[in-house]
């Protein structure tokens, strides 16, 4: 079956760097969601999208923006990098009335 | 507000043992329960949910979990565990009145099964 992509798997970036991230929810899936998990964290929730529209958002710092496009993959862009957003980076996607969301292999980024 | 606590940190189990990794819960409405497998370097995988109905849920690869509403817990077990289930497990929590989507995770439990 089709899982969640996301692009790129590992991502080297300087401080005040920019960099966006990928995700490519599974078919069908209405939902995308995006999480940040910090070295021995559990994840935190950042924003989501619901039919291309942003349904709910969390701790994502105004730095960051995302979007999801007219093609459903969606892509987080992150600004003025700091040694702290060094992250696993998740995009999970679902059916809102499956309740469960299926995430993907995460993207880690390193800020140096 | 919603949480989840995963009262320990480690647990160690022998292979064919049965396991338990505890989780209790705190929303204010109704709560939709989750948990959740994380292997080194992977994504999250979906294990089993508890949305309504029979409390005791079974999953993928031999799990499962018991919904107590009176004790406000979701705790995942299997009968008979495998070297192989050895991971970081995580439980996750959304309030059915809650407009987001959002999961709440716990802070996870690192399992460690000894041959």
């Known amino acids: 079956a089709a899982g969640v992509i996301q692009s790129p798997r590992h991502l080297i970036k300087e401080k005040r760097e920019t960099a966006t991230l990928k995700c490519y929810p599974i078919p069908r899936h209405d939902t995308v969601y995006w999480y940040q998990q910090g070295p021995g964290q559990d994840p935190q929730f950042l924003i989501s999208f619901y039919e291309k529209m942003q349904s709910d958002k969390g701790s994502i710092p105004d730095r960051f923006s995302a979007q999801q496009f007219s093609d459903y993959h969606s892509e987080l862009n992150m600004s003025s990098l700091e040694l702290g957003d060094s992250a696993l980076y998740f995009c999970?996607?679902?059916?809102?009335?499956?309740?469960?969301?299926?995430f993907g292999p995460g993207t880690r980024l390193t800020v140096t | 507000a919603q949480s989840v606590a995963q009262p320990e940190d480690q647990v160690n189990v022998a292979e064919g043992n049965p396991l338990t990794v505890k989780c209790t819960y705190s929303v204010s409405g109704n709560p939709y329960l989750f948990w959740y497998v994380q292997y080194p370097n992977r994504g999250l995988q979906f294990l089993l949910k508890y949305i309504t109905g029979d409390n005791l849920v079974k999953g993928s690869y031999g799990f499962e979990a018991e919904f107590n509403k009176s004790q406000t817990s979701f705790h995942l077990k299997k009968p008979s565990a495998l070297v192989s289930d050895s991971a970081l497990y995580f439980c996750?929590?959304?309030?059915?009145?809650?407009?987001?989507?959002?999961?709440?995770f716990g802070k996870g439990t690192s399992l460690l099964v000894t041959p």
């Open positions: 999970a996607s679902s059916l809102r009335e499956r309740y469960e969301q299926y």
């Open positions: 996750a929590v959304r309030d059915e009145g809650d407009s987001g989507y959002a999961l709440n």
